[in-house]
T-cell receptor, first 116, second 114 residues
């Protein structure tokens, strides 16, 4: 079974508007971490935001916020005030604490295109 | 802090040839990961090192793949007898063992097997 599901292959957003990228996950671990990474066309994975499973508040980093709904097992990324430079692939990933390697399990990604 | 670097950035090789990629992690990071990313997919875990010890290998890592991290610094990933299915982006990431929340990724090596 897929552990990370991103159901939106592609999204469009108008510059300066907000956009939500969906991510659902599946784990039996009680302690886990959820990450969002941005991958521009250059290929490098850029860390954006992290949410721990025991964090009571939703994580925020500048224009990025993570809408964490534990009961629904969702961890959606919200980008406010979109900029042209936000056009990229976005990946949701999970790390399970019972896995001592702390390897990341990624979803298939969402391609975001910001329109001027 | 110069970040994670990878070399080469691009590699084109003919089927059956051997290739080797190098990754230099952030200097104080003791964990190093290799991932493979095929077109339209997210990265998939291949293997990781803690210092110089290779602690886990994915089933994706066939016998033609070998990775090393001598002295716990840089790492190399070698693919022998390349096949067209090996064409992908190979990403390296590093992190600290404890307290390191995120993995820092390098720019990747894009391999094309013709």
């Amino acid at each position: 079974a897929q552990k990370i599901t991103q159901t939106q292959p592609g999204m469009f957003v108008q510059e300066k508007e907000a956009v939500t990228l969906d991510c659902t996950y599946d784990t039996s671990d009680q302690s886990y971490g959820l990450f969002w990474y941005k991958q521009p066309s250059s290929g490098e994975m850029i860390f954006l935001i992290y949410q721990g499973s025991y964090d009571e508040q939703n994580a925020t980093e500048g224009r990025y916020s993570l809408n964490f709904q534990k009961a629904r097992k969702s961890a959606n990324l919200v980008i406010s005030a979109s900029q042209l430079g936000d056009s990229a692939m976005y990946f949701c990933a999970m790390r399970e604490s019972m896995d001592s390697s702390y390897k990341l399990i990624f979803g298939s990604g969402t391609r975001l295109l910001v329109r001027p | 802090d110069t970040g994670v670097s990878q070399d080469p950035r691009h590699k084109i090789t003919k089927r059956g040839q051997n290739v080797t990629f190098r990754c230099d992690p952030i200097s104080e990071h003791n964990r190093l990961y290799w991932y493979r990313q095929t077109l339209g997919q997210g990265p998939e875990f291949l293997t990781y090192f803690q210092n110089e010890a290779q602690l886990e290998k994915s089933r994706l890592l066939s016998d033609r793949f070998s990775a090393e991290r001598p002295k716990g610094s840089f790492s190399t990933l070698e693919i022998q007898r390349t096949e067209q299915g090996d064409s992908a982006m190979y990403l390296c990431a590093s992190s600290l063992i404890a307290g390191g929340l995120e993995q820092y990724f390098g720019p990747g090596t894009r391999l094309t097997v013709t």
